[in-house]
Nanobody
Framework: QVQLVESGGGLAQPGESLRLSCAAS????????MSWARQAPGAGLEWVAGIYSDGKHTFYRDSVKGRFFISRDNAKNTLYLQMNSLKPEDTGLYYC???????????????WGQGTQVTVSS
């Protein structure tokens, strides 16, 4: 069955970096658009970054542009999110998600992982 398993979350101080990974199985990863989304405590889900199946087209929400970088390794069925210059407002549960249609809209995505917690605090 389809599985998306996130890892790499943890506690970081402001200004530090973390790298999230998402291991995919049970579907043809290389043909799916992939996204990262997050949910802060008491807040709604927000899309963070997306990447098309070929890995050449990437997209970011304004608040993370220049700090976060999404990438994928289709040979390893793995999605990444490199997060630099972390801020307290980046705190949240980070999810990876997949979509066969190429959508990056959270409400339209086909598959979701369980999430990995990122906490940014001094």
């Amino acid at each position: 069955q389809v599985q998306l398993v996130e890892s790499g979350g943890g506690l970081a101080q402001p200004g530090e970096s973390l790298r999230l990974s998402c291991a995919a199985s049970g579907f043809t990863f290389s043909t799916y658009a992939m996204s990262w989304a997050r949910q802060a405590p008491g807040a709604g889900l927000e899309w963070v970054a997306g990447i098309y199946s070929d890995g050449k087209h990437t997209f970011y929400r304004d608040s993370v542009k220049g700090r976060f970088f999404i990438s994928r390794d289709n040979a390893k069925n793995t999605l990444y999110l490199q997060m630099n210059s972390l801020k307290p407002e980046d705190t949240g549960l980070y999810y990876c998600a997949a979509d066969a249609k190429g959508s990056l809209v959270p409400s339209e995505l086909d598959y979701w992982g369980q999430g990995t917690q990122v906490t940014v605090s001094s």
